[in-house]
């Protein structure tokens, strides 16, 4: 796999597939990580299986509307995509899809995708929304940039059961490989959400965790 320098961005689906079309024809496998920013070195570990697997790797940005309620961060969740983007590049990613919420959500969408089996119980007993939204915007996504392979941290294990019934349901023909959690030196695993904790709540989520 050759490290890119500085990271190409697109933010149009047309532009995407430009590009994996490109590396296609060249010969070039795809793999892909999709995130919603604010990334941690549990991301990078994703971006650098995909790379391991593949010969190009894109990742997205995306902080996906439907995936909150309304009663949740979606306003707050933290943004910093040139932050990002220069992480990415270190972690060897070729290409960043980051598409405005009207790019994936053009005026008129309608469409759900309702995952049955791994989504009932545990997360969806306190957000009953939220596997619905993962299902769609990961179907748009694997649907839209078309690799071979896509990596999920198993830190969102439910998420990854839901995602890799979702495509085996729909022929998605991108196979979906899970990651192991990275912890931070204490044993608690990385998360994005971990920056809202201060020093006792991060002591008590440590204590949780037994670690
Ligand atoms: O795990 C996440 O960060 C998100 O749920 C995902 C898979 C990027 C979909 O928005």
Redo the contacts with the bound molecule.
């Keep these: 796999m050759t490290e890119p320098t500085s990271l190409p961005v697109v933010r149009t689906v047309a532009a995407l597939r430009e590009q994996v079309s490109a590396w296609k024809r060249q010969g070039f496998t795809v793999g892909f990580v999709?995130?919603?920013g604010a990334l941690h070195e549990g991301h990078l570990t994703l971006v650098r299986e995909a790379g391991r697997r593949a010969d190009r790797v894109v990742a997205?940005v995306?902080?996906?509307p439907t995936?909150f309620a309304a009663h949740e961060d979606l306003g707050t969740y933290p943004r910093r995509e040139a932050q990002d983007a220069g992480m990415l590049a270190g972690a060897g990613c070729h290409l960043l899809f980051a598409p405005t919420v009207e790019e994936m959500y053009p005026d008129g969408f309608v469409t759900a995708v309702s995952v049955g089996g791994p989504s009932a119980g545990l997360e969806t007993d306190f957000r009953p929304h939220f596997f619905g939204?993962?299902a769609v915007?990961?179907a748009k996504?694997l649907n839209q940039v078309q690799a071979d392979v896509a990596v999920?941290?198993e830190k969102?294990y439910q998420?990854l059961m839901v995602?890799r019934r979702m495509a085996r349901d729909l022929d998605i023909p991108t196979e979906i490989v899970g990651s192991p959690t990275e912890r931070d030196g204490h044993g608690l695993a990385l998360s994005?959400r971990n920056a809202y904790l201060g020093e006792a709540e991060l002591e008590t989520a440590r204590r949780l965790n037994g670690v």
């Design positions: 999709p995130t919603m997205s995306f902080v996906n995936q939204g993962v915007v990961v996504l999920f941290g969102d998420q995602v994005s």
